[in-house]
């Protein structure tokens, strides 16, 4: 059998970044992958993208009540006693199941639409109030347009036109003023709490102009105006939230992330999550490499860990000094209790997509059967690199031997310890002489 000196990896189609962060912070996955229990490494792959999911959701649905919590503050501040509403607290994450999360999901999504429904109405109503109660002047003593004339030009059942007032349904000037407080509040009452200071002082203003409106049209065009600035307001405010959301989202996905560059983007959408920033292109570029870099760290975690869990139960062990050097530098020295002067390197090229392996001596030799034990030691691991390819296909890695070299063909090469326990300095070869 030939020796394997370079061997392509790729990924099942199962094996997805959320998949891969999961094995690396799961025990359960990487025990259940490591003794090949294919049905346990299904079910536990399950458990932890339902588990991911349920604390996505969490997260997002605590950012939500933060928002509404905030908005309720501040327009308490604005409008006092008039706002009664109290949202829900947010949920602490901990030792709940995903059940339990999810549970907690359901309920929340319907206390948050109470809430807030009733923090529109409560300060719709306090705006209106406001609005009339200042009326002064001239402004008081004018009768304010009727709101069932605001809507006198829609079609009757016979398709024509409704006068502008008719005589015989005159209202008292108190009706009439009812009449329109009531329609200003229902419109403001679809203002979302969350939408900006501007947009809602801007929707205010409009309001105020219709409830001044001393004639139909001027009354008519500013309620149409309240709408459309109402409209704009929550478009913006919807935008906001999907941004948040998707900010969320994406801090979840780097919550693990080491990258040198990956706290300034973390901070950056922290501030989208608070609303306070938009969740721009450049933002989106820099997380996706951010992502990208830890979706790569994910796979070489998981391949580094892979190959070493099947390696350990085939009877090899990390060699001193290279137990750090397993992902950041993807190189490993494996050597067996029965191999005193031998061990293989192992090199996880997770660009290339490729692993590595030589068969080195650790001492030298000072027999003539060191070439026949050399030999001997290839010819080993030969076979067990063949039952390690068996191993990495149940675990999702599908392996092709690219470059191979028959036992005892090229001389096996003495390699330098490393310097000290715990560097990153990568093992330097040299050849063994001759």
Not at 262 to 274: F, G, K, Q, T
Not at 359 to 371: H, K, L, P, S
Not at 373 to 391: G, M, N
Request: aromatic fraction near 4%; charge should be negative.
């Amino acid at each position: 059998m030939s020796g394997p000196k370079c061997t392509a990896y790729q990924f099942d189609e199962s094996l997805s970044p959320e998949a891969l962060r999961a094995v690396a912070r799961n025990a359960a996955l990487r025990e259940a992958t490591r003794r090949r229990e294919d049905a346990a490494r299904e079910a536990a792959l399950r458990a932890a993208a339902a588990r991911d999911a349920a604390v996505r959701a969490v997260r997002t649905r605590n950012a939500r009540l933060a928002a509404l919590t905030a908005s309720r503050e501040d327009l308490g501040e604005q409008y006092g006693s008039a706002i009664t509403v109290r949202p829900p607290e947010p949920l602490r994450l901990g030792t709940q199941s995903t059940a339990e999360l999810e549970a907690w999901c359901a309920e929340a999504d319907r206390t948050l639409a109470t809430a807030e429904r009733e923090l529109q109405e409560q300060t719709a109503r306090a705006v209106a109030t406001e609005l009339f109660a200042g009326m002064t002047g001239r402004t008081a003593e004018r009768r304010p347009v009727d709101a069932a004339e605001l809507f006198a030009d829609q079609p009757d059942a016979s398709g024509t036109v409704g006068s502008a007032r008719d005589a015989e349904a005159e209202h008292a000037d108190e009706t009439a003023r009812e009449d329109v407080e009531r329609t200003l509040t229902r419109v403001l009452s679809r203002l979302l709490p969350d939408c900006g200071t501007g947009d809602r002082t801007d929707a205010r203003l409009a309001a105020a102009r219709a409830a001044e409106a001393a004639t139909l049209d001027e009354a008519r065009t500013w309620l149409t105006e309240t709408r459309l600035r109402v409209q704009r307001a929550n478009a913006a405010a919807e935008t906001r939230r999907r941004d948040a959301d998707e900010a969320i989202g994406l801090l979840h996905d780097l919550e693990h992330a080491r990258e040198a560059d990956v706290d300034p983007v973390r901070a950056l959408l922290a501030e989208v999550a608070a609303g306070r920033r938009a969740l721009d292109e450049p933002l989106r570029r820099r997380v996706a490499d951010c992502r990208a870099a830890a979706d790569a760290e994910a796979e070489q975690q998981y391949v580094v860990d892979t190959v070493t869990d099947a390696l350990t139960d085939l009877g090899y062990h990390v060699g001193q000094g290279f137990e750090t050097l397993t992902v950041r530098d993807g190189s490993l020295r494996l050597s067996r209790s029965e191999w005193p002067e031998h061990a293989v390197n192992l090199v996880i090229d997770q660009q290339g997509g490729q692993m590595r392996t030589a068969v080195v001596r650790t001492a030298a030799g000072g027999g003539d059967d060191d070439a026949h034990i050399d030999v001997e030691r290839e010819e080993q691991w030969c076979q067990d690199f063949h039952e390690l390819r068996d191993r990495l296909a149940r675990a999702g890695l599908s392996t092709d031997v690219q470059v191979a070299v028959p036992p005892g063909q090229v001389p096996v090469p003495l390699v330098v310890p490393p310097v000290a326990a715990g560097t990153r300095a990568r093992p330097r070869y040299r050849e063994r002489d001759r």
